[in-house]
């Protein structure tokens, strides 16, 4: 009997399974492919856009200092957004960590000036005092229909590290051009001796430094420029300090001479104005460009003596005047609104109008501005001078102190970053609420890590106001500058002004070696000081009141 017929179950099929799976996986890539190339489509659109409708902001660099005037581009391909710009100017801000940045003359908003020669908008942004490192983006102001098309750059603020200097550093400074192989000079001991002793009282006070002019103009004979009666000892004298253990320094006086305005031919001096009208200065302007090739020269000189340790550069700012500048002070802060026809008016004339506007000292932006402008310009100088002598000797700068060297056109934070490893200022000539005040500035304005400074007192009874304990003022002001002048700790370095007038200058009823053991007395305190905590700065009461406790750490 045969068996029913039993209809047998079959098992399913893999390979349609299979199949499906796999072109799963290709739709998957396909899909994602599609993405890509539809992204790419829209990059590569977008791109085109921006090249042939977009529009690009720029800073001319991509790095600055403190003493960074940012040039900043504006450009477009597009015909119809370039006449859209043309019709309504741009303006442009810089932003810090996604904030709108204030800046000198307290302005955020800048704008931009249509150039026919190149077809772009330019416009400049100083870089606000001793801002903070980092980067800063631009942006561009009051056109929202430009967003999508707009691609913005950024630029850098860095700070230049100085060569270091050891804690506890002291320079004795000599300010005289006259001949060393006549001196004649009282050494501690009492004894008479040739220039040597000079080195005896920089033994004396702990000097570490000796720091001598060692350019001063004009020269001893007509139409020269350099005094030189003491270039060929210098090689001699810088040994001696050596075998002593003391380094050797020697500056420039950059931008004034001791001769009569105009006395150089070679130079543009710089202009005052007196009874209403443009004179000459015994100072040379900041504008010439044969003045700096003379420095660099002479500093070039020093550079090449072996036994000179030190290169330093004096009155390197505005000494006097300044007022033949005021074409290219408008010219560079194009956010000063100008007078009426400035542009047509005579040089004279314009010379009268930046002076009277500067003294009236009504416009605060204005008297921002070119207190900024002045010290942009002397850090340019002094950057120039730091690459064309290219030396790896530290370079200080004589910095005054009134209102942070601002006063005067100098700052020490663009100093630092122009190439000045110690920026030595120069203390002087305020009486106690005066210096009060000076410190009370530093204080609230620079950090140890912003600049390496020298503070330096002069050695002069009369420039202390005749005080009762003359000596003893000196070394309380010095005292205070060393615990109060940055906001983060005690200075590390001084310098005291100088021997020459320490041994023939106003002592008043003083002698020689009392002036100098209160300079021996800051030395110690210096020196024993560093690395300890600060404390509440000694000074006069006035000093302590007019300083409001700025020096308190």
């Given at each position: 009997?045969?068996?029913?017929?039993?209809?047998?179950?079959?098992?399913?099929?893999?390979?349609?399974?299979?199949?499906?799976?796999?072109?799963?996986?290709?739709?998957?890539?396909?899909?994602?492919?599609?993405?890509?190339?539809?992204?790419?489509?829209?990059?590569?659109?977008?791109?085109?856009?921006?090249?042939?409708?977009?529009?690009?902001?720029?800073?001319?660099?991509?790095?600055?200092?403190?003493?960074?005037?940012?040039?900043?581009?504006?450009?477009?391909?597009?015909?119809?957004?370039?006449?859209?710009?043309?019709?309504?100017?741009?303006?442009?801000?810089?932003?810090?960590?996604?904030?709108?940045?204030?800046?000198?003359?307290?302005?955020?908003?800048?704008?931009?000036?249509?150039?026919?020669?190149?077809?772009?908008?330019?416009?400049?942004?100083?870089?606000?005092?001793?801002?903070?490192?980092?980067?800063?983006?631009?942006?561009?102001?009051?056109?929202?229909?430009?967003?999508?098309?707009?691609?913005?750059?950024?630029?850098?603020?860095?700070?230049?590290?100085?060569?270091?200097?050891?804690?506890?550093?002291?320079?004795?400074?000599?300010?005289?051009?006259?001949?060393?192989?006549?001196?004649?000079?009282?050494?501690?001991?009492?004894?008479?001796?040739?220039?040597?002793?000079?080195?005896?009282?920089?033994?004396?006070?702990?000097?570490?430094?000796?720091?001598?002019?060692?350019?001063?103009?004009?020269?001893?004979?007509?139409?020269?420029?350099?005094?030189?009666?003491?270039?060929?000892?210098?090689?001699?004298?810088?040994?001696?300090?050596?075998?002593?253990?003391?380094?050797?320094?020697?500056?420039?006086?950059?931008?004034?001479?001791?001769?009569?305005?105009?006395?150089?031919?070679?130079?543009?001096?710089?202009?005052?104005?007196?009874?209403?009208?443009?004179?000459?200065?015994?100072?040379?302007?900041?504008?010439?460009?044969?003045?700096?090739?003379?420095?660099?020269?002479?500093?070039?000189?020093?550079?090449?003596?072996?036994?000179?340790?030190?290169?330093?550069?004096?009155?390197?700012?505005?000494?006097?005047?300044?007022?033949?500048?005021?074409?290219?002070?408008?010219?560079?802060?194009?956010?000063?609104?100008?007078?009426?026809?400035?542009?047509?008016?005579?040089?004279?004339?314009?010379?009268?109008?930046?002076?009277?506007?500067?003294?009236?000292?009504?416009?605060?932006?204005?008297?921002?501005?070119?207190?900024?402008?002045?010290?942009?310009?002397?850090?340019?100088?002094?950057?120039?001078?730091?690459?064309?002598?290219?030396?790896?000797?530290?370079?200080?700068?004589?910095?005054?102190?009134?209102?942070?060297?601002?006063?005067?056109?100098?700052?020490?934070?663009?100093?630092?970053?122009?190439?000045?490893?110690?920026?030595?200022?120069?203390?002087?000539?305020?009486?106690?609420?005066?210096?009060?005040?000076?410190?009370?500035?530093?204080?609230?304005?620079?950090?140890?890590?912003?600049?390496?400074?020298?503070?330096?007192?002069?050695?002069?009874?009369?420039?202390?106001?005749?005080?009762p304990d003359g000596p003893e003022e000196f070394y309380r002001r010095l005292k205070l500058a060393i615990d109060t002048i940055y906001a983060d700790g005690r200075a590390h370095a001084v310098f005291y002004h100088d021997i020459g007038r320490a041994l023939h200058g106003n002592l008043g009823p003083w002698t020689t070696k009392d002036w100098m053991n209160a300079a021996k007395r800051v030395t110690e305190y210096l020196r024993e000081s560093k690395g300890k905590p600060r404390k509440a700065a000694e000074g006069t009461r006035k000093q302590e009141k007019a300083a409001g406790g700025a020096g308190k750490s």
């Amino acid at each position: 009997m045969m068996a029913p017929f039993m209809p047998t179950r079959r098992r399913p099929r893999k390979a349609p399974l299979a199949a499906w799976s796999i072109d799963r996986r290709l739709l998957s890539r396909l899909i994602l492919a599609a993405a890509a190339l539809y992204a790419a489509h829209r990059g590569v659109s977008r791109l085109w856009r921006v090249w042939e409708y977009g529009v690009r902001l720029e800073p001319q660099a991509a790095l600055y200092g403190h003493d960074g005037l940012v040039r900043v581009t504006l450009a477009t391909r597009s015909p119809e957004t370039a006449a859209g710009l043309r019709r309504d100017p741009p303006s442009f801000s810089v932003l810090k960590d996604g904030k709108v940045v204030t800046t000198i003359g307290k302005k955020s908003l800048f704008s931009l000036a249509y150039d026919t020669s190149t077809g772009r908008w330019t416009g400049a942004w100083p870089c606000p005092w001793n801002a903070p490192q980092g980067v800063y983006t631009l942006a561009l102001e009051k056109r929202p229909d430009l967003a999508l098309d707009l691609s913005a750059g950024s630029f850098r603020i860095e700070r230049r590290r100085p060569a270091p200097l050891k804690p506890g550093f002291v320079a004795l400074t000599l300010e005289t051009v006259q001949p060393f192989k006549n001196m004649r000079v009282r050494a501690p001991d009492g004894s008479l001796k040739d220039w040597t002793g000079l080195l005896d009282w920089a033994q004396y006070v702990g000097a570490d430094a000796f720091w001598v002019l060692g350019g001063q103009s004009p020269g001893l004979t007509r139409g020269s420029i350099w005094n030189d009666d003491n270039l060929s000892l210098y090689p001699a004298i810088g040994r001696e300090c050596h075998r002593r253990g003391i380094k050797f320094g020697l500056y420039v006086q950059c931008y004034l001479t001791m001769g009569r305005p105009g006395a150089l031919r070679r130079y543009e001096y710089a202009v005052d104005v007196s009874s209403g009208r443009p004179v000459l200065t015994r100072a040379i302007s900041l504008d010439d460009p044969r003045r700096l090739e003379d420095i660099i020269e002479r500093l070039k000189g020093f550079r090449d003596i072996p036994e000179v340790d030190f290169l330093g550069l004096d009155y390197i700012r505005n000494a006097l005047g300044g007022y033949e500048l005021a074409d290219e002070f408008y010219g560079e802060m194009p956010f000063l609104k100008r007078p009426p026809g400035w542009s047509h008016l005579p040089r004279a004339e314009k010379m009268l109008l930046l002076a009277r506007k500067k003294v009236a000292r009504k416009d605060s932006v204005f008297i921002d501005a070119w207190q900024w402008w002045r010290a942009h310009k002397v850090a340019g100088i002094v950057r120039r001078i730091k690459k064309a002598v290219g030396s790896r000797k530290p370079l200080w700068t004589f910095t005054l102190s009134w209102d942070k060297g601002w006063h005067h056109g100098q700052d020490p934070v663009m100093m630092n970053d122009a190439g000045a490893d110690i920026d030595a200022v120069m203390l002087y000539e305020a009486d106690d609420r005066q210096y009060a005040q000076i410190m009370k500035d530093w204080h609230s304005y620079v950090r140890r890590k912003d600049v390496q400074l020298a503070l330096g007192d002069i050695i002069d009874w009369w420039l202390h106001q005749h005080a009762p304990d003359g000596p003893e003022e000196f070394y309380r002001r010095l005292k205070l500058a060393i615990d109060t002048i940055y906001a983060d700790g005690r200075a590390h370095a001084v310098f005291y002004h100088d021997i020459g007038r320490a041994l023939h200058g106003n002592l008043g009823p003083w002698t020689t070696k009392d002036w100098m053991n209160a300079a021996k007395r800051v030395t110690e305190y210096l020196r024993e000081s560093k690395g300890k905590p600060r404390k509440a700065a000694e000074g006069t009461r006035k000093q302590e009141k007019a300083a409001g406790g700025a020096g308190k750490s």
